[in-house]
């Protein structure tokens, strides 16, 4: 393919999804990309409000790609054709409307926005300046998710009418959010939001039916501050660093023995918070916490199905399952431990999309007769980030020809928006008490802080939520 064929990519956010994800995949880096993707595709400008941050990609990749501090200003100097955007949820309306207006097509790492509203403004963007817009809902792309989407779409329980489902995070998954800037809910709208909009996706694709209600309950009361144990504001300044299960070393290299992996916080945030001001390793009882710990939710759809979702952020081992009731059958997905086997957690896997694999998923099929068939599924791609998933979203995107693609797996924008409406819904849920919230009470404002943070919160942030549960 002539290099005035191939496509133009600008990556903003060069953190570990922007670079170590979807840059190390178009460059075609081992276990990243495919040859293939360098033959279509050309990074042409590095984007990040930390342009330092940015200059370290490039040391780290080997490349010498321009960078910039807005995707205005690259695609001035670099004419692009698309943007992929994997910055922090809370910037993606205006760095998403930004990149439409410049004409560019934009890939957005999941989750859509933090409220409707924001999805709103970019479903808007999108048709206004008639670009392309795709969301990085990678978990559609792993085979064992596109199978339970075959199976119930294809009739095997018939019509759905109960599903049962649950992301259950381990203390260093878990916590690790709380180390981040996710910990913050006017940054990531809460982990029902920036982490579960993955599984709330697969609920309502595998069941091709759209939330109209959310009920909800949920608290924060383990990334507390904790007044038995003297801790530090950050990790590295502890004293009890050494004993404590949430120890973020910054000056740690991960294990895999990839270029990446040496040095990884230090480099893309020690080295370079003096530009910003962002602390990487901070305290997971830190006083700053605005989101919840742990929620459980029910949902109603407008085909008639309920849901009940769970979320745990501080358990022993890390799973998740899903469970679809129909008038003919159930059909269950979840994991297998060995009983007997030591937990191969590792710090990091939160961050790079390389986990353990201490468990084996498997899916059941129940008939009306009580008879259980074990599905088999074909696995590909497994060394590859997120089990796979990455690189065929990817390729999906590039017109690349991999096994373990189908076009029912690209989210559309509305089902996208669907995902977080499922948090926006909750957020003004919990905040009242556990009401019942209809989608028609989304789409003007931001979702309401959790009540748990009221306590701790600034007087903006108790006046946004009296305003907003009145």
Same mark, same amino acid.
């Given at each position: 393919m002539r290099a005035a064929d191939k496509q133009r990519f600008i990556i903003a956010g060069l953190g570990n999804r922007g670079r170590d994800s979807f840059a190390r995949?178009?460059?075609?880096?081992?276990?990243?990309?495919?040859?293939?993707?360098?033959?279509?595709?050309?990074?042409?400008?590095?984007?990040?409000?930390?342009?330092?941050?940015?200059r370290v990609a490039n040391e780290v990749l080997g490349t010498s790609i321009p960078v910039f501090t807005s995707i205005s200003e690259a695609v001035a100097e670099h004419p692009a054709d698309w943007a992929v955007i994997t910055t922090p949820d809370h910037t993606h309306a205006d760095i998403a409307t930004e990149a439409l207006s410049r004409k560019l097509h934009i890939v957005i790492d999941k989750p859509l926005a933090t409220?409707?509203?924001?999805?709103?403004?970019?479903?808007?963007?999108?048709?206004?300046?008639?670009?392309?817009?795709? #969301?990085?809902?990678?978990?559609?792309?792993?085979?064992?998710?596109?199978? !339970?989407?075959?199976?119930?779409? %294809? =009739? /095997?329980?018939?019509?759905?009418?109960?599903?049962?489902?649950?992301?259950?995070?381990?203390?260093?998954?878990?916590?690790?959010?709380?180390?981040?800037?996710?910990?913050?809910?006017d940054k990531s709208a809460g982990l029902m939001n920036h982490k579960c909009c993955h599984q709330l996706d697969i609920i309502n694709w595998v069941i091709d039916d759209r939330p109209v209600g959310v009920s909800a309950m949920g608290d924060r009361t383990y990334y507390v501050p904790r007044k038995d144990i003297k801790t530090g504001a950050r990790c590295s300044e502890c004293a009890i660093a050494g004993q404590c299960v949430h120890f973020c070393d910054v000056k740690a290299s991960y294990s895999g023995n990839r270029p990446e992996d040496a040095q990884r916080l230090r480099r893309m945030y020690v080295d370079v918070e003096h530009v910003d001001g962002y602390i990487?390793?901070?305290? #997971?009882?830190?006083?700053?916490?605005?989101?919840?710990?742990?929620?459980? !939710?029910?949902?109603?759809?407008? %085909? =008639? /199905?309920?849901?009940?979702?769970?979320?745990?952020?501080?358990?022993?081992?890390?799973?998740?399952?899903?469970?679809?009731?129909?008038?003919?059958?159930?059909?269950?997905?979840?994991?297998?431990?060995?009983?007997?086997?030591?937990?191969?957690?590792?710090?990091?896997?939160?961050?790079?999309?390389?986990f353990p694999n201490e468990c084996e998923p498997q899916i059941r099929l129940f008939n009306k007769?009580?008879?259980?068939?074990?599905?088999?599924?074909?696995?590909?791609?497994k060394g590859f980030g997120h089990?796979?998933?990455?690189?065929?979203?990817?390729?999906?995107?590039?017109?690349?020809?991999?096994?373990?693609?189908?076009?029912?797996?690209?989210?559309?924008?509305?089902?996208?928006?669907?995902?977080?409406?499922?948090?926006?819904?909750?957020?003004?849920?919990?905040?009242?008490?556990?009401?019942?919230?209809?989608?028609?009470?989304?789409?003007?404002?931001?979702?309401p802080f959790p009540p748990s943070t009221f306590f701790m919160a600034s007087p903006e942030t108790i006046r946004h939520n009296l305003e907003n549960n009145r």
């Open positions: 995949a178009l460059l075609a880096f081992p276990e990243r990309g495919v040859p293939e993707f360098r033959e279509r595709a050309d990074i042409v400008a590095f984007v990040d409000s930390n342009i330092e941050r940015a409220s409707v509203w924001e999805c709103n403004r970019i479903i808007e963007a999108g048709k206004k300046y008639d670009r392309q817009v795709i #969301v990085g809902h990678n978990m559609r792309y792993n085979e064992h998710m596109l199978t !339970l989407a075959d199976l119930v779409r %294809g =009739g /095997a329980i018939g019509k759905v009418q109960q599903i049962e489902a649950a992301e259950i995070l381990d203390l260093d998954h878990g916590g690790s959010y709380f180390n981040r800037w996710h910990s913050e809910f990487r390793d901070r305290c #997971v009882f830190s006083d700053r916490n605005t989101i919840n710990d742990r929620e459980v !939710l029910n949902i109603r759809y407008a %085909g =008639g /199905a309920t849901a009940c979702f769970s979320l745990m952020t501080y358990a022993p081992r890390e799973y998740n399952y899903f469970y679809f009731t129909g008038h003919d059958g159930r059909l269950e997905y979840s994991v297998v431990f060995d009983a007997e086997a030591k937990s191969k957690a590792v710090s990091g896997g939160a961050e790079t999309g390389h007769n009580g008879h259980i068939e074990f599905i088999d599924v074909k696995k590909f791609h089990d796979g998933a990455d690189v065929k979203l990817i390729a999906s995107l590039l017109d690349v020809d991999l096994p373990g693609i189908h076009p029912v797996q690209r989210a559309t924008l509305e089902q996208a928006r669907d995902a977080v409406s499922i948090a926006d819904m909750a957020a003004r849920s919990i905040a009242q008490g556990g009401r019942y919230v209809a989608f028609e009470e989304t789409g003007r404002d931001f979702p």
